[in-house]
């Protein structure tokens, strides 16, 4: 299940998503964290708190969690210390690496050690780490609107759930004006002030230095996500909604966005 563009035609193929987002953030992941003034690192905070509190398959020292499009680590960071464990997976290698630069960096006395950076694409195929994997509760933040077609990341992560658990997705709220990458920046905003994902795909500055990136096939879903979106998202995985709320707001560009997280859960 595919939803419509927004211009009413399908959305652009896995393929060319997929190949827009890897050289997009092979072009921004030293700077990821730094966007949007610390909007990225914010939002990755807002969208952690929500998940701690709302998601109920989280319990301290006990979970294991998959958190999908983990890019620089923001949001794993975060969840590290609540959880078992955490496999942080991206399809960019370069996110990947901003990530194990973190972990390599940490202090010996205050290190965290339970995070597995794994560098691939899930769409294509299962990567070593965790073939015949499942774990207690799967994230992706601010990463749905990237994928051509949203139903079946959702079910590919459904693969990946232990029975009972729990997957829970932050992404934009269904707004009528669409994301663009390349628009002027408001009067009085720095150009580096950008869209900025607290999860660790963003779309922001630099974005015009990148060469052979195609901007338009960056973002799939320009407009976010209604909540019937998401329920037929996870009805078509086998999934059952559990709740969506908001879950934090950001400004790029002068222009307020909403999330939401909706959780669901695996029969």
Known sequence: MSGPSDNGAAPPSHQLVTEANRAFYAATAKEYDN?????????????????????????????????????????????????????????????????????????ADARVDNIHPIAADLLAST???????????????????????????????????????????????????????????????????EHGHGHDHGHGHGHDQQAGANKDNVIAHKHGFSRQDMLGFFEAAGLKLVEMEKSSQFNWRGRMFDTFLAVAQKP
């Open 35 to 107: 966007l949007g003034k610390g909007a990225t690192v914010q939002l990755a905070q807002d969208n952690a708190a929500s998940i701690l509190e709302r998601v109920p398959g989280i319990k301290d020292g006990q979970t294991e969690l998959l958190d999908f499009a983990a890019g620089t680590g923001l949001l794993s960071m975060l969840l590290a210390p609540r959880v078992k464990s955490i496999y942080a997976v991206d399809l960019s290698e370069d996110m990947v690496g901003v990530l194990q630069s973190k972990l390599d960096a940490q202090p």
């Open 127 to 193: 990567p070593p780490q965790l073939e015949g994997k499942q774990v207690d509760v799967v994230t992706c933040t601010m990463a749905f609107h990237h994928f051509a077609d949203p139903a079946r990341v959702a079910s590919v992560l459904s693969g990946f759930l232990r029975s009972g658990g729990y997957l829970a997705i932050v992404d934009l709220i269904h707004q009528d004006e669409p994301i663009k990458l390349d628009e002027p920046a408001e009067h009085g905003q720095a150009e580096g002030h």
